[in-house]
């Protein structure tokens, strides 16, 4: 059994389209650049094989023998069911156990949520673990949460994904007082459907940088910092903007302007998106990640779970619940 290695990012080396070449690179570029611990879990033989062919193990790479792998067809429920092996399910329970300080993937992005919510466990008062993605804009980057993980929300869900958003915003992108907007249709009060006019009501009292209501392209001009939605629509909010960014890097010609806005662009530049709401750092890779991708979202993953956050959101869920619960008196 592995020991608990201090402030270790567990890695599922057999996640994603390129792995594990790909993830044996990036978590040796990791390992060599940033001088962060690894946990590479997967199958081992495999593994020994890649990193022969990358100058060995680095002192700080850690191998963790895992023989099964969660395809991308795989059910969700694959980590806790038929693939309980899997690289997935001990990087997820290397966390749970304390032997890890946070889990990064790049595989079947639902059966990861399943693994993070049932395996490493929500916090107390999160009804649905969020996942949050920075879009790039004018000027910096957008947290745009949930992503994907919810396509249907209840009001007080919002409120939670707006609260996990200010404290990863404020913690890892080193945002004093962030601030929060909800997606609608209108900037007004009042705008929107029942669910982000009821949305506003919380927001407006949950003792947040809450600037109120916000339309799409304020995703991209800098005038807010968070942008809380449900799932579905930020889901096509990310997708879009995916799309968008590589239409306009194919377009432009000039270099100097062209390595700017793939710097912006490139989903490489973070790793992936955080899950947001389980007790525990957790970064959902894109599939078609690459060597750069991999090492940048263990760095992600390590600042993430090395500052706080998961505290944060569990202290202030807190004090919401008991405000919410003396309303109901």
Wanted: charged share 20%; hydrophobic share 45%.
């Amino acid at each position: 059994m592995i020991k608990a290695v201090s402030g270790a990012v567990a890695l599922d080396a057999m996640g994603g389209d390129h792995a594990p070449a790909a993830t044996v690179q990036g978590a040796v570029d990791a390992v060599r650049q940033f001088g962060l611990q690894v946990l590479l879990v997967g199958r081992e033989a495999a593994l020994r094989r890649q990193l022969s062919h990358v100058g060995g193990v680095p002192h700080g790479l850690h191998l963790v023998d895992a023989p099964d792998v969660v395809a991308m067809d795989d059910a969700p429920t694959a980590p806790i069911r038929g693939k309980r092996n899997s690289s997935m399910a001990e990087a997820a329970r290397l966390v749970r156990d304390g032997k890890a300080c946070a889990f990064v993937t790049a595989g079947n992005s639902g059966a990861a949520m399943v693994a993070a919510k049932l395996i490493i466990g929500t916090i107390e008062g999160v009804e649905r673990p969020a996942l949050a993605a920075p879009v790039p804009g004018i000027e910096r980057q957008t947290l745009v949460l949930d992503v994907g993980a919810n396509v249907d929300c209840k009001p007080h869900h919002l409120e939670q994904f707006a609260v996990m958003g200010h404290f990863y915003s404020q913690a890892v992108f080193g945002v004093a007082s962030p601030r929060i907007g909800l997606l609608s249709i209108g900037e007004e009060e009042g705008k929107g459907d029942r669910l982000t006019v009821e949305a506003y009501s919380l927001l407006s009292g949950a003792g947040l940088n809450f600037i109120g209501n916000v339309e799409g392209r304020d995703v991209y001009t800098g005038t807010v910092d968070v942008v809380v939605c449900d799932g579905f629509v930020g889901n096509v909010v990310l997708k879009v903007s995916e799309g968008l960014g590589e239409m306009i890097y194919g377009l432009l010609l000039a270099k100097g302007a062209l390595a700017a806005l793939r710097r912006k662009s490139d989903y490489a530049e973070y790793g992936g998106a955080p899950l947001l709401g389980v007790r525990g750092a957790c970064l959902v890779g894109h599939g078609r990640s690459s060597p750069k991708a991999i090492k940048n979202a263990i760095r992600f993953a390590h600042s993430y779970a090395t500052r706080g956050v998961v505290s944060h959101i569990e202290h202030k869920i807190g004090e919401l619940r008991a405000r919410q619960g003396a309303e109901r008196v």
